[in-house]
């Protein structure tokens, strides 16, 4: 089975400047992917970022950026420019694709819950 | 990318009874899921929900507890039956599809 460990349970950032939210997996997997979700008070979940275990390249997507480190098990998210819309808790999750599509459950971290001050 | 409308968005039940939470996709999706998340805590999957056949429950959830439809790819339903103050939760249901997985906004269940 598939651990996922977030081991901040808070961070804090001023506006404008960067933040990095840790998570490790644990898998014996060779073909998988792995998210970041956004879940603000209003508890809607909304995908972030996502990044595909046989690419090395590291995604990004605007001011979102992922560290991904295959060997290490590690994939860490950076965050520039922090925005005060940016507060929210964000998780973590590891999915196994489902018989040769690229979709399939999700195993999520505990979240860490990030709160940008103006 | 896919939206995922939920109902009702929130209720509160007497012990004993039972609700039934919708969720409606503006697209097909091969996979839909059912999330329970506790306030300020992680998702636990309960089950995916498999178009014409039985769902697959995760461990320490069962069918008689959770009873879930899934009878076209763009709908499913999750019931909750017999409810006991323990399942005050946010239930949450997602559908997989090529990207990633989408979730619905959440109903915010409360059992008296």
């Known amino acids: 089975a598939q651990t996922v460990t977030q081991s901040q349970p808070e961070m804090s950032v001023q506006e404008a400047e960067t933040v990095t939210l840790s998570c490790t997996y644990d898998t014996s997997e060779n073909n998988y992917y792995l998210f970041w979700y956004k879940q603000p008070p209003s508890r809607q979940m909304i995908l972030v970022i996502r990044?595909?275990?046989?690419?090395?390249q590291n995604a990004t997507e605007n001011r979102f950026s992922v560290n991904f480190q295959k060997a290490a098990k590690s994939f860490s998210l950076k965050i520039s420019d922090s925005q005060l819309g940016d507060t929210a808790m964000y998780f973590c999750a590891f999915m196994k694709p489902a018989g040769g599509t690229s979709y399939g459950k999700l195993t999520f971290g505990q979240g860490t819950i990030l709160t940008v001050h103006p | 990318s896919a939206v995922i409308s939920q109902k009702p968005s929130r209720d509160i039940c007497q012990r004993g009874t039972s609700l039934t939470i919708q969720c409606q996709v503006d697209s097909q999706v091969t996979m839909m899921f059912w999330y329970r998340q506790q306030p300020g805590q992680s998702l636990t999957l309960i089950a995916t929900a498999n178009q014409g056949s039985e769902a697959t429950y995760e461990s320490g959830f069962v069918i008689d507890k959770f009873p879930i439809s899934r009878p076209n790819l763009t709908f499913s339903t999750l019931t909750v039956s017999n409810m006991s103050p323990e399942d005050s939760s946010i239930y949450l249901c997602?559908?997989?599809?090529?990207?990633?997985?989408?979730f619905g906004p959440g109903t915010r269940l409360t059992v008296l």
């Open positions: 997602s559908g997989g599809m090529e990207g990633g997985q989408f």
């Open positions: 990044q595909e275990a046989y690419k090395q």
